[in-house]
C-alpha cells in the first residue's frame, strides 16, 4: 500500500515538472457532481490532471492511443496525451452510476512553437491555431523567404499537418528592364588579277585567259582599249567599285589584263529595351519582332505553315524572396534572319536563323543591374592562292597571285534591371501618341510641319511631357 502511494505521488510529481519545464504551470479540470464536464485539452507529450469531486471507483479512456491514463489518487487521474485526436474519459462511481464523461483533445504542443516562432520571425504577425489534429497558420507576413520559413518550421511539429492561410504584404510587383545591345563589324579586303591572250589567224580565232581570284573566264566583252576587238577575259563578278583593266594588241593579236582591288567595311547596331512588368511568382513574355512562315510536310504528304518567332524575345520569372531582394528566373534571346544560308526544294526556299539566347536565374536587390550575358565572337578568313613558280617572281608575281581577307566581329551584352512598382493613377502616364497632333493646313503647307506638338501641361503627365532629347545622346563606340 505504502509502495502504491510512493508511486502515485512520484507519477504526480513529474506531471507537475513536466508543466512547469515547458513554460507553463500545470492544468486541472475539476468535476463537480451533477454537472457538464468541460472538455479537457491535453497538449501531445504533455499531461493533465483531473481532479473529481466525488471519489470514483473505475475509470476508462476510450481509445488509449489518443491518450493515456493512470489514477493518482481516488479523486485524482493522469492524463498523458501521445497523439492528436479526440477521445472519452468515463468515470463511475463506487455504486456503478455513472460521474461524467470528459471529453479529451489531443493537439499538438504550439505553445513551444510559438515561443520558436517569435525567436525565429521576431515582428510578423503570425497567429497559431490547433484545428483537429493540425496547426493552422494565419496573419501577413512580409515577403514569400519568411512565410516559407514559418511553415518550414510547422512541419517539424505536425508533419503533413499544417494549413496555411498566411499572406504575403509589401509590394510584389516587379518591372525587370532589360537592354540588348550588340554590335556587328565586317572588313573585307581582296586583290586578283587576270590577263588574257588572243587574235585570229586566216579567220580563226585563238585566245588564252588567266584569272585568279574574282576574275572568271565566262566568255568574252568586249574590253576598253582595243577597237573592234573581243575580250578574251570574261566580266568581272564584282559588281563594286575597284576594278581596272587595259589592253593592247592589233586585229590579229590582244594582249589584257584585268586587276581587281576591293576594301569594304561595314557595322551594325542593334538595340532593344524592353521593359515588362509581372506579379511575383508569375511569368511574363515578350516579343518584339516577328513570325517567319516554315512549310512543314505531314504524314499524309500535305504541305502546311508554321510560325517561328524571330527578333527580341524575353521570359521571365520575379519572386520576391525578402524586402527589396529579388529572384529572377529568366530566358532571352536575339534572332533573326540568316539569309547566307537557305534551303529549297522546288518552288519553297527557306531561309535559316541566327540566335543567340540566354537562361540564367539570379538575385539581386531592387535597383541593382547585372549583364547575364556576353559574346564577342571573332571570325577571321584569310586565303591566298598563286600561279605555280609565276606566283614567287619578285614584283611581277603580284599579277599571278591573289589574296583575300575577311574579318567579322560580334559583340552582345544583355543587361537586366529588376524594380519594385506599385501602380500609378492612369492621368501620370503618357503615351508616344499624345505628345503630337496632325498637322493643320496653315502648319503642313505654309511651315512644312508633319505634326504639330500636344505636350500636356498640368498634373503628373505635364511633368513628365517636359522632358526632352535635346542635345546629345545615344553610346559612343570606339575602335
Known amino acids: 500500500m505504502k509502495m502504491n502511494n510512493a508511486i502515485r505521488a512520484a507519477l504526480l510529481g513529474f506531471a507537475l515538472a513536466t508543466a512547469q519545464t515547458g513554460g507553463a504551470s500545470a492544468e486541472t479540470l475539476k468535476v463537480m457532481t451533477g454537472a ?20 470514483f471507483a473505475e475509470l ?73 489534429d493540425g496547426i493552422v497558420l494565419s496573419g501577413t507576413v512580409s515577403s514569400s523567404a519568411k512565410l516559407d520559413r514559418a511553415l518550414d518550421l510547422a512541419e517539424r511539429y505536425a508533419p503533413e499537418r499544417v494549413s496555411n492561410l498566411m499572406m504575403v504584404g509589401g509590394t510584389q510587383q ?19 588579277a587576270s590577263m588574257g591572250l588572243g587574235g585570229t ?78 506579379l511575383s511568382g508569375q511569368q511574363a513574355k515578350f516579343l518584339a519582332g516577328g513570325e517567319y512562315p516554315i512549310p512543314v510536310q505531314d504524314q499524309n ?49 527557306v531561309n535559316a536563323f541566327k540566335r543567340r539566347e540566354t537562361s540564367t536565374t539570379v538575385e539581386m536587390r531592387d535597383g541593382q ?38 574579318r567579322a566581329q560580334s559583340e552582345l551584352v544583355i543587361i537586366i534591371t529588376p524594380h519594385l512598382v506599385t501602380p500609378t493613377r492612369g492621368e501620370a502616364l503618357v503615351l508616344p501618341t499624345d505628345r503630337i497632333k496632325p498637322p493643320s493646313e496653315a502648319d503642313l503647307f505654309l511651315y512644312g510641319r508633319t505634326a504639330a506638338p500636344n505636350l500636356p501641361t498640368e498634373g503628373a503627365a505635364g511633368e513628365v511631357a517636359q522632358q526632352d532629347f535635346s542635345g546629345s545622346y545615344g553610346y559612343v563606340m570606339e575602335d
Do not use: C, H
Not at 464523461?101 to 491555431?129: S, Y
Not at 525587370?176 to 581582296?190: I, P
Not at 576594278?243 to 557595322?267: C, P, R, V, Y
Not at 617572281?393 to 581577307?405: E, K, M, Q, V
Open 60 to 132: 476508462s479512456i476510450a481509445n488509449p492511443g489518443i491518450a493515456d491514463i493512470s489514477t493518482l489518487s481516488d479523486r485524482t487521474i493522469y492524463v498523458l496525451g501521445k497523439a492528436p485526436g479526440r477521445t472519452t474519459l468515463t468515470l463511475l462511481a463506487p455504486d456503478g452510476t455513472l460521474i461524467t464523461n470528459v471529453e479529451v483533445q489531443v493537439t499538438p504542443d504550439i505553445a513551444e512553437f510559438k515561443e520558436r516562432l517569435r525567436q525565429i520571425l521576431p515582428g510578423e504577425a503570425i497567429e497559431v491555431r490547433t484545428a483537429n
Open 201 to 278: 589567224l586566216t579567220g580563226t580565232g585563238i585566245g588564252a585567259g588567266l584569272s585568279m581570284g574574282t576574275g572568271v573566264l565566262d566568255g568574252g566583252t568586249s574590253f576598253p582599249g582595243i577597237p573592234g576587238a573581243g575580250s578574251v577575259i570574261g566580266a568581272s563578278s564584282n559588281e563594286r567599285f575597284g576594278t581596272f583593266g587595259f589592253g593592247i594588241g592589233t586585229d590579229f593579236l590582244q594582249f589584257q589584263i584585268m586587276i581587281e582591288a576591293l576594301e569594304s567595311k561595314g557595322m551594325v547596331r542593334t538595340l532593344a529595351e524592353p521593359n515588362l512588368t509581372a
Open 174 to 192: 516587379v518591372m525587370l528592364k532589360v537592354r540588348f545591345a550588340e554590335m556587328q563589324r565586317s572588313v573585307t579586303k581582296s586583290l586578283a
Open 369 to 406: 543591374s547585372f549583364a547575364i550575358a556576353g559574346l564577342l565572337q571573332d571570325d577571321f578568313v584569310d586565303l591566298n592562292g598563286q600561279v605555280p613558280w609565276l606566283g614567287d617572281i619578285p614584283i611581277l608575281g603580284s599579277l599571278f597571285r591573289s589574296a583575300d581577307y575577311n
Open 301 to 349: 504528304g500535305g504541305i502546311f505553315v508554321e510560325y517561328k518567332p524571330f527578333g527580341v524575345e524575353l521570359e521571365f520569372t520575379p519572386r520576391v524572396v525578402d524586402g527589396d531582394i529579388i529572384n529572377l528566373q529568366i530566358n532571352a534571346s536575339v534572332s533573326g534572319l540568316d539569309n547566307s544560308v537557305s534551303f529549297g526544294s522546288g518552288t519553297i526556299s
Open 36 to 55: 457538464v464536464a468541460s472538455a479537457l485539452n491535453v497538449p501531445m507529450n504533455r499531461a493533465v490532471v483531473v481532479e473529481s469531486e466525488k471519489p
